[in-house]
């Protein structure tokens, strides 16, 4: 038994899960799981989203490692397969080898493809616009402002934007195409139209993950995540703010 | 109403796709976007304050989430996270932003505030569901039962 792989293989399976976007608790389970099933006596690990300290100590031999976790994205098909596939090492009687192969097939797996997440961007908008009582053509506004915020959304990823800019930027382009849809006379409720495509910004996960985090001990995770959660709402706010105050002061009134 | 509910079903579903949930656990997680509005719905219709009906829904979606987890075996973030966006008061940040561009500070206050304590009621409910959970997992295997 080779303690260097097991502590490279139980990290690994940590930053896919970091990656993804579960909880601080989750990885750290997760990856003593892993490490105790392949017969390392005392590991330990601390994670928070945006590292992973990591060590085991195995017969007189301790051995640390730490991991950064530089990119995050929300993806919890592979944290749900990670999660199972370290809860059934011993039913299955995986080597090191075979694990490792597991994982990384887990991670090389494909999400939805773009052009299907943006489809479901712009019908969420729709529905979200109306959830909070909009008209059909509300709706029709949002699902095309879902559209092009989303592809925005995706482009700003590509170029590795930092999450709070591209989220001020899609925000503003949502505030600026709902004026514009109310001036052409497609919509009827700017209101409307705006909080149904700003719901697609909504830090969801991040308020999720900052509560869970908190009540399970790991205040710094909880703490980073609230304040990821509350900048991206400030975000928004600015975003959608900023162009409707510029329009409000240029053109005197929606 | 039923528009509301199916309305909710689909924009979790939509928000199922973009977090990658995938199989059964994406019908799983819509439903339970569903049923979070409908709780939500049916108690204020029933009367109650909007705080008071958030926080009942998050706890029937936490519920349901802690439930369904554990016979899919999957974590339970899953269901939560779907579930919980139509909740999210987007509304009454726009409506916090937009009085306070507007120069009346004293509304955007008031509903800054309340925007608050609906985010704040959402995650207490969550809090709680969690918190009784794992309380009777731990009393379970404490007395093997």
């Known amino acids: ?254 | 109403m039923i528009i509301d509910v199916v309305s909710a079903f689909i924009a979790s579903f939509a928000f199922g796709i973009i977090f990658n949930i995938k199989g059964k656990n994406l019908f799983f997680a819509s439903f339970c976007g569903a049923l979070g509005w409908f709780v939500y719905k049916i108690s204020l219709k029933l009367g109650n304050s909007d705080t008071t009906s958030m926080f009942l829904a998050s706890i029937a979606l936490s519920t349901y989430s802690e439930i369904f987890a554990r016979i899919l075996k999957t974590p339970v973030t899953t269901f939560v996270v779907a579930a919980l966006i139509p909740l999210v008061p987007g509304g009454g940040m726009y409506y916090t932003m937009y009085e306070a561009i507007t120069g009346d500070i004293i509304t955007s206050l008031e509903i800054g505030i309340k925007t608050l304590a609906s985010a704040g009621v959402l995650s207490i409910g969550i809090i709680l569901v969690s918190t009784i959970t794992k309380a009777i997992v731990k009393y379970r295997r404490y007395y093997k039962i």
Request: proline share 1%; glycine share 8%.
């Open chain 1, 1 to 254: 038994m080779n303690i260097n792989d097991i502590l490279h293989l139980s990290t690994y399976a940590g930053k896919i899960m970091l990656e993804n976007g579960a909880e601080a608790y989750r990885v750290e389970e997760t990856m003593n799981k892993i490490s105790e099933a392949f017969g390392v006596e005392k590991p330990d690990s601390y994670a928070t989203p945006t590292a992973i300290i990591s060590s085991a100590s195995h017969k007189g031999e301790t051995k640390s490692v730490v991991v950064r976790i530089l990119k995050r994205s929300v993806n919890l098909e592979k944290i749900h397969r990670v999660n199972d596939l370290a809860r059934n090492i011993k039913n299955n009687n995986y080597t090191v080898e075979e694990f490792k192969e597991k994982l990384k097939e887990i991670d090389n797996e494909k999400r939805y493809s773009n052009k299907v997440t943006i489809l479901f961007s712009a019908i969420g908008a729709l529905s979200f616009t109306f959830l909070f009582g909009g008209g059909l053509k509300d709706a029709a506004a949002a699902f095309f402002i879902g559209l092009i915020v989303k592809f925005f959304d995706i482009e700003a990823d590509k170029i590795g934007l930092n999450s709070f800019f591209s989220t001020i930027i899609c925000s503003a382009i949502t505030a600026f195409l709902a004026i514009l849809s109310i001036k052409l006379n497609i919509a009827a409720d700017i209101d409307k139209v705006i909080i149904g495509s700003i719901m697609l910004l909504v830090p969801g996960l991040a308020i999720t993950n900052a509560i869970r985090d908190t009540i399970a001990g790991d205040l710094i995770s909880g703490i980073a995540r609230a304040v990821e959660a509350f900048l991206i709402a400030i975000g928004v706010a600015a975003g959608t703010g900023v162009v409707l105050s510029f329009w409000i002061n240029t053109f005197g009134g929606l």
